[in-house]
């Protein structure tokens, strides 16, 4: 599994356990549930788009430097070390 | 005595937030001494923001709530500081937690001779779940300042807080709001005199590196 998809199950697991939490990016604001569909979907508006890659630089960046990041993403994403 | 013009609308959601959130920073100007000219918790005006500027020279500019690549907003509708009257900047330091307005205006700012634009580059995001961490990392720069870090020390610190609050959301199992803080962390930016903007854009880049930040950003280039 590659490391976007092992982040991105990883938060869905996350997302399905927080059902009240809310992101505010800007004047918009998302549950965690819509955020994360956002992650992988195709058809996104621009602002939404750029949302999006922006914070997978970042989870991917955790990913690759932070190693208690790593495993728990890992261990949420059910993936063997 | 010092003087701050605190800017801190409220007039939707995300705004009842940034609005609390100015509340811990007008204390922490007031803990040091500033006159703190208070104008928030409502929608502001262009007007009445220009009027506070302009009958007080020398004064720290904070602004917390909705931004954009060239505004600063005071309501759903009309920007306080813009490309039009962002010469106000001029000789002030500014400190801001909005959107995305260290992209342009803070370069603009920078331009016009502003000691300090204090920005983010990108969407300011925080979650409802980690309120805590992200109020001390949107503050935290002001906090440093005040403690009397240069803007530079004060950028590093701020930078340092962020990682430290991102492990402590990590270990915490809040992933999602340990990225987005560490997201935030990364689009921050201060401009100083020795800290001029970066650009994204290869032109400009080759033009600050050939000619120097003043005059690399002072050349018209299309889309920078």
Redesign the interface.
């Known amino acids: 599994m590659r490391e976007v998809e092992i982040i991105v199950k990883?938060?869905k697991a996350?997302?399905s356990q927080?059902p009240?939490?809310?992101?505010?990016?800007?004047?918009e604001?998302f549950t965690?549930k819509e955020?994360?569909a956002m992650l992988n979907s195709k058809k996104l508006q621009k602002n939404h788009k750029?949302?999006v890659e922006?914070?997978l630089?970042?989870?991917r960046?955790?990913f690759n430097e932070?190693p208690?990041?790593r495993l728990?993403?890992m261990q949420?994403a059910g993936v063997e070390k | 005595m010092s003087v701050a013009v605190l800017v801190a609308p409220l007039f939707d959601e995300a705004t009842r937030y940034s609005y609390d959130w100015s509340r811990e920073a007008k204390a922490l100007l007031e803990e040091k001494g500033y006159k703190v000219i208070d104008i928030g918790g409502r929608r502001v005006s262009k007007a009445e923001v220009e009027e506070a500027l302009k009958r007080n020279s020398n004064v720290l500019y904070i602004h917390m709530n909705h931004g954009s690549e060239s505004a600063h907003w005071g309501s759903e509708n009309e920007a306080v500081i813009n490309l039009e009257n962002v010469q106000l900047l001029s000789e002030r330091e500014t400190y801001c937690m909005n959107c995305l307005s260290a992209k342009k205006l803070g370069v603009e700012a920078w331009k016009e001779k502003a000691e300090a634009y204090w920005g983010y580059v990108e969407v300011f995001t925080f979650t409802t779940e980690a309120l805590d961490e992200f109020r001390e990392f949107a503050n935290s720069g002001l906090k440093f300042r005040l403690e009397g870090k240069s803007w530079k020390e004060s950028l590093q610190l701020a930078k340092d807080l962020a990682k430290a609050l991102a492990q402590k959301l990590v270990e915490a199992g809040k992933y999602i709001a340990s990225v987005i803080l560490q997201g935030d962390a990364d689009a921050l930016r201060c401009y100083t005199e020795d800290m001029p903007p970066t650009s994204d854009c290869a032109f400009r880049r080759l033009a600050i590196s050939i000619f120097g930040p003043k005059i690399g950003w002072k050349l018209p280039s299309r889309g920078v």
């Open positions: 990883a938060l996350e997302a927080k009240k939490e809310i992101i505010y990016a800007g004047r604001s965690y955020f994360v750029k949302l922006s914070f630089q970042s989870a960046k955790m932070n208690t990041y728990k993403m949420l």
